[in-house]
T-cell receptor, first 114, second 110 residues
Framework: DGGITQSPKYLFRKEGQNVTLSCEQNLNHDAMYWYRQDPGQGLRLIYYSQIVNDFQKGDIAEGYSVSREKKESFPLTVTSAQKNPTAFYLC?????????????FGDGTRLSIL | QQPVQSPQAVILREGEDAVINCSSSKALYSVHWYRQKHGEAPVFLMILLKGGEQKGHEKISASFNEKKQQSSLYLTASQLSYSGTYFCGTETNTGNQFYFGTGTSLTVIP
């Protein structure tokens, strides 16, 4: 079955540490997205990529970095510069490069500070 | 830039109807609607494109008024399974921008 796989499901970060969240899709989708969701809040866009080797910053890109070396993969690194990283992180993908396509989400990664 | 949803929360009894509104300060090209159950990923419900269309999905339908930069989601004869948080997502007319709304928590009780 096609889908989006995020790993790990839970992740703990020590102060000053970088951590990488994995997102893989086998839907052959062109576009991929990373969102951050805080408790009781909506989804805020961190980064998105419409084609391989290209990505754009969303509203809250500071303290995060991404890469898109393969169509199927869009890992997100939460750097030590992100002072408040505790949140639920969601990866999504959509067919085509237009923003008016349905987004399919992974099950998310919960990141906490130790 | 984030669209505003109203109400923030609503509690319904099974069989009652609800309307969730999504309002943007920017001109819109499309509006998405998603439902997220607690602790799960959002699930796509429908997309409405510029042109003022209305769509239906079983007992859940939506409208898009591009002049007012608003969309509304209509839930009729609500079922327990409708409980969750509903988000609109808006694609603006002015470039490659997409924003999710503030969310509406909907609880259906027996």
């Amino acid at each position: 079955d096609g889908g989006i796989t995020q790993s790990p499901k839970y992740l703990f970060r020590k102060e000053g540490q970088n951590v990488t969240l994995s997102c893989e899709q086998n839907l052959n989708h062109d576009a991929m997205y990373w969102y951050r969701q805080d408790p009781g809040q909506g989804l805020r866009l961190i980064y998105y990529s419409q084609i391989v080797n290209d990505f754009q910053k969303g509203d809250i890109a500071e303290g995060y970095s991404v890469s898109r070396e393969k169509k199927e993969s869009f890992p997100l690194t939460v750097t030590s510069a992100q002072k408040n990283p505790t949140a639920f992180y969601l990866c999504a993908s959509s067919i085509g490069t237009a923003l008016n396509q349905p987004q399919h989400f992974g099950d998310g990664t919960r990141l906490s500070i130790l | 830039q984030q669209p505003v949803q109203s109400p923030q929360a609503v509690i319904l009894r099974e069989g009652e109807d609800a309307v969730i509104n999504c309002s943007s300060s920017k001109a819109l090209y499309s509006v998405h609607w998603y439902r997220q159950k607690h602790g799960e990923a959002p699930v796509f419900l429908m997309i409405l494109l510029k042109g003022g269309e209305q769509k239906g999905h079983e007992k859940i339908s939506a409208s898009f008024n591009e002049k007012k930069q608003q969309s509304s989601l209509y839930l009729t004869a609500s079922q327990l399974s409708y409980s969750g948080t509903y988000f609109c997502g808006t694609e603006t007319n002015t470039g490659n921008q997409f924003y999710f709304g503030t969310g509406t928590s909907l609880t259906v009780i027996p």
